[in-house]
């Protein structure tokens, strides 16, 4: 590595899950040296999501938890050891950050809270994610991205109107949340930089998420107006849904965001006469008769592909996408031209193409993805005496005594 922006910064990652490892990767692939710290007792619980190499769930064959972790350094360590706390220390005072994304109080527990670590390095830069962060009456709410969705609003508002609330699928508040944290992070950096004084950093995941929720939280505030579920409808466009085409399975996405937009999309369809016609003139009417307008859309659109109706749109200036499937991205022409996947050789689950983290291309320090995720404790040995300068002897002393681990205890191995 030469010339990245975050090489010699040190990052001792007690993290798991997605929010946390998914902040430091982001420094991890811009030069930044990470070292994961988990156990055989108590084990990132991405390990057992999956999906897994050849559908075998091991805890070196998952990809979900690859996706967040190449360029790192694994160790295993248990830290309720007298002996793994010592060397969870060593990697403390060795780091330039500490991250964490355990409930509140866990790292207290440990011994490895902010105020402990302050005590030793004052220059630290810890930080803390947790679901509705520090203090307060539900500061101690534990739960995964798929719980914040709901209590951050955004289920209630993702559906049909005659049925139940739909959660967006997956865990959004973790690949929201990310983003923030890892934008803390570089401040806290340069306001060290410059001061040479470390700080703590709480993120609330809850939020960070509702920063999304912005536009319906103000509507209440200023018309005690609540948004409701509308399916794919848009209150300042029509039509604008996703409309069957041509092929199994197959989707494409319309908006007709204004009256040109409308007058183009009709002369599109071989009809230009629709456009005035009474019940469709204005957006007004074309809300008033949403039902026939979509049954009218649909039925030109499943005439046609759905490349061939977001190329016909596109080209008058309507804007209009092809559904992707999760196969389609993987194709896509556009994702290779930028590198978006890098394949990388993995020790347990051969060669993997790993997602970019960063959604943007600096030009002067191109994406650094040149190790895949590890697996567990893989680390071990060169971590403990490449950074913290341990001998052979005492390596193997906290192998015999458990503070490293290097098997699985009985519980876990029934995890997989």
């Known amino acids: 590595m030469s010339n990245q922006p975050f090489e010699g910064i040190k990052i001792a990652e007690f993290a798991w899950v997605v929010v946390g490892p998914s902040t430091s990767r982001y420094l991890a692939d811009s030069g930044a040296t990470v070292v994961k710290i988990e156990s055989h007792k108590r084990m990132d619980t991405n390990r057992i999501n999956g999906p897994f190499v050849n559908g075998i769930p091991t805890p070196d064959g998952s990809m979900f938890f690859g996706k967040h972790n190449p360029n790192k350094y694994s160790v295993s360590i248990d830290l309720r050891h007298p002996k793994g706390k010592e060397i969870a220390w060593r990697l403390i005072k060795w780091a330039d950050i500490v991250t964490e994304a355990f409930s509140p109080g866990t790292m207290e527990k440990l011994g490895f809270g902010y105020e402990d670590v302050k005590k030793v390095r004052p220059d630290i830069i810890y930080f803390s994610s947790s679901m509705q962060g520090r203090g307060g009456p539900h500061s101690s709410y534990a739960g995964y991205g798929q719980n914040a969705v709901n209590f951050c609003g955004l289920t209630e508002i993702t559906g049909w109107p005659d049925r139940l609330p739909s959660p967006p699928y997956g865990a959004c508040s973790d690949y929201i949340s990310c983003r923030f944290s890892a934008f803390a992070l570089l401040s806290a950096l340069a306001y060290r930089r410059r001061t040479g004084k470390g700080q703590y950093i709480d ?3 809850f939020e960070s998420t509702i920063q999304f929720m912005a536009v319906p939280i103000m509507d209440y505030q200023v018309n005690g107006k609540i948004m409701n579920r509308n399916g794919n409808r848009l209150p300042t466009a029509a039509p604008h849904g996703v409309f069957p085409s041509q092929g199994d399975d197959r989707w494409v996405a319309i908006s007709v965001m204004d009256e040109t937009q409308w007058h183009q999309f009709c002369r599109v369809i071989g009809n230009p006469a629709l456009a005035t016609e009474q019940k469709y003139a204005t957006l007004a009417q074309r809300k008033k008769n949403e039902d026939e307008l979509e049954k009218l859309v649909a039925g030109w659109t499943v005439r046609h592909t759905a ?9 008058a200036g309507i804007p209009a996408n092809c559904v992707e499937k ?15 996947f890098t394949p990388l050789q993995h020790p347990f689950m051969g060669q993997q193409k790993y997602e970019a983290q960063e959604c943007f291309l600096l030009s002067k320090t191109p994406r650094l993805l040149d190790r895949p995720s590890p697996c567990l404790g893989e680390h071990n040995e060169y971590v403990f005496k490449e950074f913290l300068k341990m001998t052979d002897d005492e390596i193997a002393d906290c192998i015999v005594a458990g503070a490293i681990t290097t098997e699985f205890t009985e519980k876990m191995t029934s995890s997989f």
């Not at 999760?326 to 978006?340: A, K, L």
């Open 307 to 315: 490349a061939e109706v977001e190329q016909l749109l596109q080209s």
């Open 326 to 340: 999760p196969s389609d991205i993987y194709q896509d022409p556009q994702i290779e031209h930028r590198h978006y």
């Open 203 to 205: 993120q609330s995941q």
